[in-house]
């Protein structure tokens, strides 16, 4: 299983390729990344292009919490991420109705 780290770097790309899709959004996110390859990062969309880096945000809009394996499922597009919320496999900490706006940076 790859670490979190290598969708986290797509994430990246993906606001480089498209600098627009932070300033929709403006917020910041906090991913926790839990079991082996897991980890925290930072995803700043308040700035443009948006920045993602390694470390808890100071006060994140919203928090994604999921295990590296699901995070794994959900950025190769084999798990839906709304049915992995209502599994409880994927927790959502703060603006819940923020959180749908995640699926246009993630794709």
Request: hydrophobic share 40%; proline share 6%.
């Amino acid at each position: 299983m790859p670490e979190a780290k290598v969708y986290i770097d797509k994430i990246q790309a993906n606001l480089n390729a498209d600098p627009d899709k932070s300033k929709n959004i403006n917020a910041v996110f906090q991913f926790t990344i839990e079991g082996e390859g897991g980890g925290t990062w930072t995803l700043d969309l308040t700035k443009s292009p948006g920045v993602v880096s390694t470390g808890a945000a100071a006060n994140p809009a919203c928090t994604i919490i999921m295990n590296n394996a699901d995070f794994e499922s959900m950025m190769n597009k084999t798990a839906n991420p709304m049915q992995l919320y209502m599994s409880q496999k994927l927790k959502v900490q703060g603006n819940l109705p923020l959180s749908l706006k995640l699926q246009e940076i993630i794709k």
